[in-house]
C-alpha cells in the first residue's frame, strides 16, 4: 500500500516535470510559421498611442487592399506597449514582422541587434510613418492663462510630465523644451545660451510633482484631475477628447515635431516567410488611406497632401523643428539625458546632493 | 512535548519513505534542488554577474549617485514604517480573527488575501482614486492640508495594503495551535492578562511574527506596481529603488539597474538569515539543560 502511494507520488512528480518541461520548450518554439495558400499572418509590434488609428482604421484597410490584389486573407497579430519596452521585446524574442515605435532610438535598437539588416531610414519620409507635436494640455478655459513654455515656470503651477527614463513621450517633452529655449522662444533666455537653456529646464522641474511612468498615464492623472497642465503629445489630447475629456490644450509657439517610425524586421519575416506583405504592408502606411486613418485617431500625417487636407484640426506650428536641431536622437539623448546630460544634472542639483 | 512531537514526525517521515528505492529517494531531492537551482539562483546569479559587470568601483559608483542614493534611502525608509505598522496589526488582526467571535468572521478571514489577488497596479490606481484630489478622501484630507497621493504617505498606504496578509497569514497557524489551556491556567494562577500575553502567549507566537515581519519588509523592498503609481516618483523625493531600478532598465542601464537589485536582494536574504540565526540561539537556550 505505502509502496504504491509512493510510486504515485513519483510518477506525480516525473508528470509534473515533464509537464514544465513540455510547457518551457512549447513557449521556445511558439514562432509563426508561413501558412501556404489563402492565408497569411503578419505580427505587428507597436507601441500603445497608435493603438485605435491601427486596430480600427489602418490594419483593416490594409486587409481589404491586399484582398483585393491578392485574394490573400491577412490576419494580424497585434501587440501595444511602451515604445521602449516594445523594442526590447523583440530584440528578446517576441517575432513582430513589423514595428510601429514611438521613436526612433527604439527602432536603432532592434536594428543595432542585427535585427532589422536594411537601411530603414531610405524608406520615404526617412523611415516616419507618422508626427505629432509636443503641447500642453490645460483646465478648460485655461484658468491660468497657459500660453506659451516661459509660462511654465510661474511659481505654484503644478505640471505633470512623464518620466524620461521610463518613456519616450517624456524625452519628446524635454527635448521640446531645451530645443525651444535654445532657439530663443522662451522669454528671458538668450537665444543659442546652452547654460540658460538648462536653467529654464530647472526652473520648469521645480513645478513638476509627479512623474508617470508613461505618457498615457501622466495624461489620465490629468484626466483624473490632478495638476494644472500636463506636457504631452497633441494626439494623446485628441484621444482624451474621443473618449469624452473636457480640457484644452495649448501649441507653444516653437515645439518638437514628434516622428514615428516604422519598420520591417528583416529577421522574423525571414522566418516566418512574409516578407512579400510585410514590405507592402509598410508601403501601405504611407498611402493616402493609412494616413488618413492616423489624421482620424490623432496624430498627424506625414504626406503633404493629407496634412493639408486635415489643417482645420491640425493647426500649423509658428516655429516647428525636428531632433536634428539638436543633432538627432543620440547625440540629444546623450546631451540631455546622458550621465552629465543637462536633465541628469539638474536632477542632481534639485534633489539629489544635499 | 516539544521534542516528542518533532520525533514523531521524523518517524513519519520514515515510514514514509521506507520501501523506496535509494534512487527514488534522492530523486525527489534532485528534483526539488534542481528546481530551486534553476529557477531562483539561476536568474539571481544574473542579476549579480550583470551588478557587477564593470568592477566593484563601477558597481559603488552606480550607488553612489545622489538619485539612486536617496531612492534606497527612501525605500528602506517606507519600508520600516510599514513593517512596524503590519507587524502589530497584522498580529491583533490574528489575534481578534482566531480567538474572538463577532459577527461576519469568516467574511473577514477571507478578505484579509485580497490584496494578493489584486494586481498591485490596480491597487495604487484604486488609492489614487480614493486619494486623489478629486477622490472623497483625498478632497477632505487636501482641505486638511495633507497630501497623501504623489508624496511620501502614499507609498506607505500603498505598501501597507500589499503587505497586509503576511502579518496576518504567517501569525494565525501559530495561534490556532497554541492550547487554550495554557492561557486558562496562566490566568488562574493569577497572572494579569496582559502578563499572560507577554509571558505565555508572545513567546509562543513570536517566531511567527518574525518571519511575518520579514516577508512583510522584504515585500515593501521590492514593491513595484502600485508605487509607481501612488508615489509620483520624483527623483530624490518620492522616487523609490524599485521604480529607480525600473528607470534605468527602460533606459539601457542595465548594470545600474542590476546593482540596486543587489542591494534589496543582499538586504531581504541578509535578514532572512539573521533572524533565522537569531531562532537558532534561542531554541539553543531553552534547548539547554
Redesign the interface.
Known amino acids: 500500500m505505502?509502496?504504491e502511494m509512493?510510486n504515485w507520488k513519483?510518477n506525480t512528480?516525473a508528470a509534473l516535470?515533464l509537464l514544465g518541461f513540455v510547457s518551457v520548450v512549447a513557449m521556445a518554439g511558439c514562432g509563426d510559421r508561413k501558412r501556404p495558400g489563402e492565408e497569411v499572418t503578419l505580427v505587428l509590434g507597436a507601441y500603445t498611442t497608435p493603438r485605435e488609428a491601427y486596430g480600427r482604421a489602418i490594419l483593416p484597410g490594409f486587409q481589404r487592399h491586399w484582398q483585393q490584389k491578392t485574394g490573400q486573407t491577412v490576419r494580424f497579430r497585434e501587440s501595444y506597449l511602451?515604445s521602449?519596452?516594445q523594442s526590447r521585446a523583440v530584440i528578446g524574442g517576441f517575432e513582430a514582422d513589423i514595428v510601429a515605435l514611438s521613436l526612433e532610438a527604439d527602432v536603432e535598437?532592434i536594428a543595432a541587434a542585427g535585427l532589422i539588416r536594411h537601411d530603414w531610414k531610405s524608406r520615404p519620409h526617412g523611415g516616419m510613418v507618422s508626427n505629432s507635436i509636443v503641447v500642453f494640455a490645460v483646465r478648460s478655459g485655461n484658468p491660468r492663462g497657459i500660453k506659451d513654455w516661459s509660462d511654465l515656470a510661474s511659481p505654484g503651477l503644478n505640471v505633470l510630465t512623464p518620466?524620461p527614463?521610463?518613456?519616450g513621450g517624456a524625452m519628446w517633452n524635454i527635448c521640446a523644451m531645451y530645443g525651444a529655449a535654445l532657439r530663443g522662444f522662451i522669454s528671458g533666455v538668450p537665444k543659442e545660451d546652452p547654460q540658460a537653456a538648462a536653467a529654464f529646464i530647472k526652473r520648469v522641474f521645480q513645478n513638476?510633482?509627479?512623474?508617470?511612468?508613461g505618457a498615457r498615464?501622466s495624461v489620465t492623472?490629468f484626466e483624473?484631475?490632478?495638476g494644472d497642465l500636463a506636457i504631452t503629445y497633441e494626439n494623446e489630447v485628441l484621444v482624451g477628447w474621443k473618449a469624452g475629456q473636457i480640457y484644452e490644450y495649448v501649441i507653444p509657439r516653437s515645439t518638437i515635431l514628434i516622428q514615428n517610425p516604422a519598420a520591417v524586421v528583416d529577421s522574423y519575416v525571414d522566418k516566418h516567410g512574409v516578407r512579400e506583405v510585410a514590405e507592402a504592408f509598410l508601403a501601405y502606411l504611407w498611402s493616402s488611406d493609412a494616413q488618413h486613418g492616423y489624421a482620424q485617431f490623432g496624430l498627424r500625417p506625414v504626406d503633404s497632401e493629407v496634412d493639408i487636407a486635415v489643417r482645420n484640426r491640425y493647426p500649423p506650428v509658428e516655429d516647428l523643428w525636428s531632433i536634428d536641431y539638436l543633432g538627432g536622437w543620440q547625440e540629444a539623448v546623450g546631451a540631455i539625458?546622458g550621465p552629465e546630460g543637462v536633465y541628469t544634472r539638474m536632477?542632481?542639483e534639485?534633489?539629489?546632493?544635499k | 512535548m516539544n521534542r516528542s512531537a518533532s520525533n514523531a514526525k521524523i518517524e513519519s517521515e520514515v515510514?514514509?519513505?521506507?520501501?523506496?528505492r535509494p534512487w527514488?529517494r534522492w530523486?525527489?531531492r534532485a528534483?526539488a534542488v534542481s528546481y530551486l537551482l534553476l529557477m531562483i539562483l539561476v536568474p539571481l546569479g544574473t542579476i549579480v554577474q550583470t551588478g557587477f559587470s564593470a568592477g566593484i568601483l563601477v558597481f559603488i559608483r552606480d550607488l553612489a549617485?545622489?538619485?539612486a542614493?536617496?531612492a534606497l534611502k527612501l525605500t528602506l525608509g517606507v519600508a520600516v514604517i510599514t513593517t512596524a505598522i503590519n507587524t502589530v496589526m497584522g498580529t491583533l488582526t490574528a489575534y481578534v480573527l482566531v480567538r474572538l467571535e463577532f459577527p461576519g468572521r469568516r467574511l473577514l478571514n477571507g478578505l484579509v488575501d485580497m490584496p494578493f489577488a489584486i494586481p498591485t497596479l490596480v491597487t495604487g490606481l484604486m488609492l489614487?482614486?480614493l486619494y486623489?484630489?478629486?477622490g472623497i478622501a483625498g478632497a477632505w484630507l487636501q482641505d486638511q492640508g495633507l497630501q497623501v497621493i504623489?508624496a511620501k504617505p502614499g507609498i506607505v498606504l500603498a505598501l501597507l495594503l500589499v503587505t497586509f496578509p503576511f502579518g496576518v497569514r504567517s501569525t494565525q497557524p501559530s495561534l490556532m495551535e497554541l492550547e487554550r489551556d495554557q492561557e486558562d491556567a496562566a490566568y488562574t494562577l493569577g497572572a494579569s492578562k496582559w502578563t499572560t500575553f507577554w509571558r505565555i502567549l508572545f513567546p509562543t507566537i513570536l517566531p511567527a511574527i518574525l518571519t511575518g515581519s520579514l516577508l512583510t519588509f522584504s515585500r515593501a523592498l521590492g514593491e513595484f506596481g502600485s508605487i509607481?503609481?501612488v508615489a509620483?516618483?520624483?527623483?530624490?523625493?518620492t522616487l523609490t529603488a524599485p521604480?529607480h531600478v525600473?528607470?534605468?532598465v527602460?533606459?539601457?542601464n542595465a548594470r545600474a539597474a542590476s546593482a540596486m537589485s543587489i542591494v534589496l536582494l543582499a538586504l531581504s536574504f541578509g535578514l532572512i538569515l539573521m533572524v533565522d540565526w537569531l531562532q537558532r540561539r534561542k531554541a539553543r537556550m531553552y534547548a539547554a539543560p
Open positions: 505505502s509502496g509512493c513519483r512528480a516535470m511602451a521602449g519596452a535598437r518620466d527614463r521610463t518613456s513638476v510633482s509627479i512623474m508617470d511612468k498615464e492623472n483624473r484631475g490632478v539625458f536632477y542632481r534639485l534633489h539629489g546632493a | 515510514s514514509l519513505l521506507q520501501g523506496v527514488g530523486g525527489l528534483v549617485d545622489p538619485i542614493w536617496a489614487v482614486v486623489g484630489p478629486q504623489f509607481v503609481i509620483g516618483n520624483i527623483p530624490g523625493q521604480v525600473y528607470g534605468q527602460e533606459f539601457d
